[in-house]
């Protein structure tokens, strides 16, 4: 079992910044992936970002990309999402997800572990 707790959610008015941390516990996070989703109501849990186990390769939705980056720190086993310039319709729960690999993994029934959120409100 792996133990995500995401932190770092807020109200942030638009254009501001906001870091949301995955910490991870529990068995060996070796060789997982992780992604960020993100969750409105009334809408479906979307593809924020994935990182790979090393690092060396990353994924973003287009509607986040040039303003979220997605970072990593195996030795604290936490993984992190840098969001910035950030939009109104960016307000939604933010969940990490880990998944063994890369395959398919803007797909959220690919995960097997999930946080339980982390509400990020951007005002107009």
């Known amino acids: 079992q792996v133990q995500l707790v995401e932190s770092g959610g807020g109200l942030v008015q638009a254009g501001g910044s906001l870091r949301l941390s995955c910490a991870a516990s529990?068995?060996?996070?070796?060789?997982?992936?992780v992604g960020w989703f993100r969750q409105a109501p009334g809408k479906e849990r979307d593809f924020v970002a994935a990182i790979s186990w090393s690092g060396d390769n990353t994924g973003y939705a287009d509607s986040v990309k040039g303003r979220f980056t997605i970072s990593r720190d195996n030795a604290n086993k936490t993984v992190y999402l840098h969001m910035n310039s950030l939009k109104p319709e960016d307000t939604a729960v933010y969940y990490c997800?880990?998944?063994?690999?890369?395959?398919?993994?803007?797909?959220?029934?690919?995960?097997?572990?999930w946080g339980q959120g982390t509400q990020v409100s951007v005002s107009s």
């Open positions: 997800a880990a998944k063994w690999g890369t395959m398919g993994w803007v797909v959220p029934s690919r995960y097997n572990y």
């Open positions: 529990g068995r060996t996070f070796s060789g997982y992936a």
